[in-house]
């Protein structure tokens, strides 16, 4: 049996609710992918094309830094990662994490939360940060607060 873990990043805790139900459907671990300077109420104004969520998604080689804490990657074969959906790609310090540790070898899968889109280019912007022998998949997006009994049945459906 494979060990797993959940690491996500929340700005708002709509990601962090769905991340803590996966964890648990999932019999995971938990682990919150912080940024070092936390975004603030401006930040994620995508209205404000100055704000700093608009800018790094434009400019895909923006990389938050992470606060201090250690994942413990090694421990693991299946990584679920979850995240918000911001225009369309995952928020620039996803690639962060995983430009952080060696995936080599694992499979990762990803879920998102979203108020409207998909995951658009998600995968294919997230691939050039892992190692080319890991297996990134599209999952899922959890929105609308799913049960711990419907995560398990999707986990148990990989």
Do not use: C
Not at 105 to 129: D, N, W
Not at 130 to 147: H, M, Q, Y
């Amino acid at each position: 049996m494979s060990k797993k873990l959940v690491a996500y990043f929340s700005a708002s805790g709509v990601t962090a609710k769905a991340a803590k139900n996966l964890a648990e459907a999932a019999g995971a671990d938990l682990f919150e992918i912080k940024p070092e300077v936390p975004y603030t109420q401006a930040d994620l104004d995508w209205h404000d094309k100055n704000s700093r969520s608009s800018v790094e998604m434009r400019d895909s080689k923006s990389r938050p830094q992470i606060a201090a804490g250690d994942a413990r990657i090694a421990d693991y074969d299946v990584i679920f990662v979850g995240f918000p959906i911001w225009w369309y790609v995952a928020p620039t310090i996803i690639n962060t994490f995983l430009e952080s540790y060696d995936f080599a070898g694992k499979t990762i899968i990803l879920f998102a939360t979203s108020g409207g889109s998909g995951f658009g280019k998600a995968v294919e912007g997230l691939k050039g940060s892992v190692a080319d022998s890991t297996a990134i998949r599209e999952g899922k997006l959890l929105n609308g607060n799913p049960s711990v009994a419907d995560l398990k049945n999707w986990v148990e459906s990989l």
